[in-house]
């Protein structure tokens, strides 16, 4: 499916349909449609009955096919959670031997005589050789082979890469849109967890974490040392990696420092009263610190390192922070 936001973009896709490019590649906020505009477009590209718009029609035998996840000329590269394992604490990564049995099949012939699509996403998930076997194929593109990528992160891949595709901005839906969404799909909570989220309305309701995200915004307003290391212990049992944590935090200090301008919060509007407060007592210095020590550890969100320990030490040095010290 497209969701409305994206119609326009699909409509210059439609538009040019007789001329592609053999590679695009979607940009845009996460959380915000690009992988099913992605998949939408693959299955209007190997449709064998594509309406005169451009749209699938939904019946042919190709359609069917990508419907049920069985197109044979469909190839989608995603990074793979091991069969009984839990994500946990581990970056997930599409690795060179998935982009190799690609590769080899795209260079057979069709198996229903028309096009292949390869999706990949996100494609800033490839680690480095898993890269460098896509750019060689994008460099000498199979004979009607067509590449979709997707990123959240368009910064994180290689130049070489977005040089040889043709790239599209996906813009994320207005506010109204996106609440209007929500809404729909009866979510609790939805205007606070839609700032959470950056004004993006696909996320993975997660209430538990999202109950121990709140958590420690009450403690971030009133901190207190042995709480703190309370907190610490707690968030471990959760298996969740530093990154989740540092997300929490980075956005309570760029509403701090919103605080600090007189602005209002954008990430957590709810807590407008004790982002001020905070605000008020303490310096753009100190927080240009403290925030300084979070960029430092984001290299390492994932890393194996004890994610309690750096949580009390983080919460420390926060706890300082909000004392003056």
Same mark, same amino acid.
């Given at each position: 499916?497209?969701?409305?936001?994206?119609?326009?973009?699909?409509?210059?896709?439609?538009?040019?349909?007789?001329?592609?490019?053999?590679?695009?590649?979607?940009?845009?906020?996460?959380?915000?449609?690009?992988?099913? +505009?992605?998949?939408?477009?693959?299955?209007?590209?190997?449709?064998?009955?594509?309406?005169?718009?451009?749209?699938?029609?939904?019946?042919?035998?190709?359609?069917?096919?990508?419907?049920?996840?069985?197109?044979?000329? +469909?190839?989608?590269?995603? !990074?793979?959670?091991?069969?009984?394992? @839990?994500?946990?604490?581990?970056?997930?990564?599409?690795?060179?031997? @998935?982009?190799?049995?690609?590769?080899?099949?795209?260079?057979?012939?069709?198996?229903?005589?028309?096009?292949?699509?390869?999706?990949?996403?996100?494609?800033?998930?490839?680690?480095?050789?898993?890269?460098?076997?896509?750019?060689? @194929?994008?460099?000498?593109?199979?004979?009607?082979?067509?590449?979709?990528?997707?990123?959240?992160?368009?910064? =994180?891949?290689?130049?070489?890469?977005?040089?040889?595709?043709?790239?599209?901005?996906? !813009?994320?839906?207005?506010?109204?849109?996106?609440?209007?969404?929500?809404?729909?799909?009866?979510?609790?909570?939805?205007?606070?967890?839609?700032?959470?989220?950056?004004?993006? !309305?696909? +996320?993975?309701?997660? !209430?538990?974490?999202? @109950?121990?995200?709140?958590?420690?915004?009450?403690?971030?307003?009133?901190?207190?040392?042995?709480?703190?290391?309370?907190?610490?212990?707690?968030?471990?049992?959760y298996k969740q990696p530093l990154a989740v944590f540092l997300d929490w935090i980075h956005k309570w200090l760029l509403d701090v420092g919103l605080a600090q301008q007189q602005l209002p919060p954008l990430y957590y509007p709810e807590h407008a009263a004790a982002l001020m407060q905070t605000g008020a007592k303490t310096t753009p210095a100190s927080l240009f610190t403290l925030t300084g020590r979070l960029n430092r550890l984001s290299p390492y969100g994932y890393h194996t390192l004890s994610v =309690?320990?750096?949580?009390?030490?983080?919460?420390?040095?926060?706890?300082?922070?909000?004392?003056?010290?």
């Open positions: 499916m497209i969701y409305p936001w994206h119609q326009n973009q699909w409509q210059q896709i439609a538009a040019h349909r007789q001329n592609l490019p053999n590679a695009w590649l979607f940009t845009g906020k996460e959380n915000t449609g690009k992988t099913a +505009f992605a998949r939408y477009t693959a299955q209007a590209l190997l449709c064998e009955q594509p309406d005169a718009n451009g749209n699938p029609c939904g019946t042919c035998p190709s359609c069917h096919l990508f419907e049920q996840n069985s197109h044979p000329d +469909f190839y989608e590269l995603t !990074p793979e959670i091991p069969e009984g394992e @839990a994500v946990g604490r581990k970056l997930l990564q599409i690795k060179i031997d @998935a982009v190799r049995d690609v590769v080899d099949n795209i260079h057979l012939t069709s198996v229903r005589g028309g096009r292949r699509i390869v999706l990949i996403h996100p494609a800033e998930s490839m680690n480095l050789q898993a890269a460098n076997g896509i750019l060689k @194929a994008l460099e000498e593109p199979p004979e009607n082979v067509i590449f979709l990528l997707v990123t959240h992160a368009r910064d =994180k891949l290689l130049p070489t890469i977005k040089s040889r595709c043709r790239q599209m901005v996906l !813009p994320p839906p207005s506010y109204q849109q996106a609440l209007e969404y929500l809404e729909q799909h009866q979510i609790e909570n939805a205007r606070p967890l839609l700032a959470f989220h950056g004004g993006a !309305p696909l +996320f993975e309701p997660e !209430p538990d974490l999202d @109950a121990l995200r709140e958590k420690l915004l009450d403690l971030l307003a009133t901190p207190r040392l042995l709480a703190m290391l309370d907190y610490a212990a707690e968030f471990d049992k =309690k320990m750096q949580l009390e030490a983080l919460l420390t040095e926060y706890l300082q922070f909000w004392q003056n010290k």
